[in-house]
């Protein structure tokens, strides 16, 4: 096949895969964000002395290709395993799980990962496509009316939702898209001025508003200063959608309190994210993600049940489909 122009719509590890692949085939590729920088989900905040992995909290390796690149990634020092002790928990009792799994994160953040991805590609972060429109067989996104390129075939790794508005009247996929159901999640950031005294480094939380807690600073080439992201369930998030931030902060920082059953240190630091799209409804797999006719794609980890795994995955398969 003869060299194609690709744009692709993401910088998450969907995309960032899609196009790394793409371009090790010879193809030109630009990837377009509307972020700061790359990564989606697989996103990490600095505040001070204290560094959260507000997003996705780690990765497993299941499939073998998977596992290949993960062994790439440790060799080169943007991944590690991360050991935390993991447990369930029930109103201040934990219960160990019933399989461990190896769990990795990017270093020095989970970040790392996706900026290792990008290393080599065209990434222009910044730039929210508003408007997508196919002249004479060539994708034309837009920003606020100005064209960014004519693509031969364009990947679209954003949440459905997003790739849904974009793609309305332009392709099948475009309900395809439309019909995986998202689910948001408050997300707790807390900075603690001592070490909380509880024996575990993470949590799955439940029969709480709380799905989820992390001992941050527990994973490697962190700072040890005491960082706790706390994930509300998809349940508490959709009744307290639009509640001010300050408000989801005591309450989930009181839920906290009462899971643990243990009285925080003094907090230093606190922040709240709401993840709008977070998360599928569902695990089971979308078919057909691409629509060879048009030379388009879908890529995002939504579509194969959320994880890291499943959005680097999900980027190879739409990146074969194309090109």
Aim: a negative charge; one cysteine or more.
């Amino acid at each position: 096949m003869n060299a194609l122009k690709v744009g692709v719509l993401g910088a998450g590890i969907a995309g960032l895969a899609a196009a790394g692949r793409l371009k090790a085939r010879g193809h030109e590729v630009t990837v377009f964000d509307k972020g700061r920088g790359p990564g989606g989900r697989a996103s990490s905040r600095r505040r001070g002395l204290f560094h959260f992995d507000h997003g996705a909290q780690y990765f497993t390796a299941r499939q073998e290709e998977f596992s290949a690149a993960v062994g790439g990634w440790l060799t080169a020092g943007v991944v590690a395993p991360w050991d935390g002790h993991i447990v369930s928990l029930v109103g201040g009792v934990t219960s160990p799980l019933k399989s461990e799994t190896r769990r990795y994160v990017g270093q020095p953040q989970m970040s790392g990962l996706a900026k290792h991805l990008a290393r080599e590609l065209d990434v222009r972060c910044g730039v929210q496509v508003d408007v997508l429109t196919r002249v004479d067989g060539l994708w034309m996104p837009e920003e606020g009316g100005e064209i960014l390129g004519a693509f031969d075939r364009l990947i679209v790794a954003m949440p459905p939702a997003q790739a849904a508005q974009l793609l309305e009247a332009d392709s099948p996929l475009g309900g395809v898209a439309r019909s995986v159901e998202m689910r948001p999640c408050w997300c707790v950031m807390l900075g603690l001025e001592a070490r909380l005294e509880v024996p575990f480094d993470g949590a799955f939380c439940n029969e709480s508003a709380l799905s989820w807690i992390s001992r941050d600073n527990s994973k490697p080439g962190r700072p040890q200063t005491e960082a706790w992201v706390l994930h509300a369930s998809p349940e508490w998030t959709e009744e307290h959608l639009h509640e001010e931030r300050e408000q989801v902060i005591k309450a989930l920082t009181a839920e906290f309190e009462e899971v643990t059953g243990v009285v925080l240190p003094p907090v230093s630091h606190r922040d709240a994210h709401r993840w709008g799209l977070a998360q599928p409804a569902s695990e089971e797999p979308v078919q057909a993600l691409c629509d060879l006719e048009r030379g388009l794609a879908l890529a995002c980890g939504a579509y194969v049940g959320g994880r890291v795994e499943g959005a680097y995955m999900s980027g190879l398969a739409a990146a074969a489909g194309i090109g």
